[in-house]
T-cell receptor
Framework: GAVVSQHPSRVICKSGTSVKIECRSL??????MFWYRQFPKQSLMLMAT?????????EQGVEKDKFLINHASLTLSTLTVTSAHPEDSSFYIC????????????FGEGSRLTVL | AQSVSQHNHHVILSEAASLELGCNYS??????LFWYVQYPGQHLQLLLK??????LVKGIKGFEAEFIKSKFSFNLRKPSVQWSDTAEYFC?????????????FGKGTTLSVSS
């Protein structure tokens, strides 16, 4: 299957700093990418949908100014957690689709953010 | 609104026991259905998927799932579990025939298999 890679896999930062997480589709062009957040022992919650070259669509309750998403190319989307606080500590997972009708998504390895 | 319900929060089995994890969905249209597994400390892996055709779908590692349209269900089964099947299992759904739609996940079921 198609490969989606996230970087970094783990990041620890101080409260108030910003952290950028990258999501790359390695062997296909991802017209749409999705960012999910997973709290310990819980399910994946969709944060936002981003289409290449346009603004991301955020789910209800997700602060767009806090979680900046950029999808500047067909192989790269970034999630920037701005002014991070301890409550932002979580596992962030990206997924991508090549736009095929079948609708299968391919998931990255996830990035664990710890804010001290 | 779309939703996915997984009835079992935590299932504990002995090795060689049979497994069935329930999944029901709510969606006003035709869907794609998925089961993902997440081993401790690892990322999501696709176990199996259903788009159309034979409602009995076979996946990796001996897992299978049956789509019953009348019941809006997509239960996961395995005839004989192994200790290595200990993991978190997620059922997910998205809209069939619509490219680029997000997956909606159930809350997950934790499977613990004792040797």
């Amino acid at each position: 299957g198609a490969v989606v890679s996230q970087h970094p896999s783990r990041v620890i930062c101080k409260s108030g700093t910003s952290v950028k997480i990258e999501c790359r589709s390695l062997d296909f062009q991802a017209t749409t990418m999705f960012w999910y957040r997973q709290f310990p022992k819980q399910s994946l919650m969709l944060m936002a949908t981003s289409n290449e070259g346009s603004k991301a669509t955020y789910e209800q309750g997700v602060e767009k100014d806090k979680f900046l998403i950029n999808h500047a190319s067909l192989t790269l989307s970034t999630l920037t957690v701005t002014s991070a606080h301890p409550e932002d500590s979580s596992f962030y997972i990206c997924s991508a689709t090549g736009g095929r009708v079948t609708g299968e998504l391919f998931f990255g390895e996830g990035s664990r953010l710890t804010v001290l | 609104a779309q939703s996915v319900s997984q009835h079992n929060h935590h299932v504990i089995l002995s090795e060689a026991a049979s497994l069935e994890l329930g999944c029901n969905y709510s969606y006003g249209g035709t869907v794609n259905l998925f089961w993902y597994v997440q081993y401790p400390g690892q990322h999501l892996q696709l176990l199996l998927k259903y788009f159309s055709g034979d409602p009995l779908v076979k996946g990796i590692k001996g897992f299978e799932a049956e789509f019953i349209k009348s019941k809006f269900s997509f239960n996961l089964r395995k005839p004989s579990v192994q200790w290595s099947d200990t993991a978190e299992y997620f059922c997910a759904v998205n809209a069939f025939g619509q490219a680029g739609t997000a997956l909606i996940f159930g809350k997950g079921t934790t499977l613990s298999v004792s040797s």
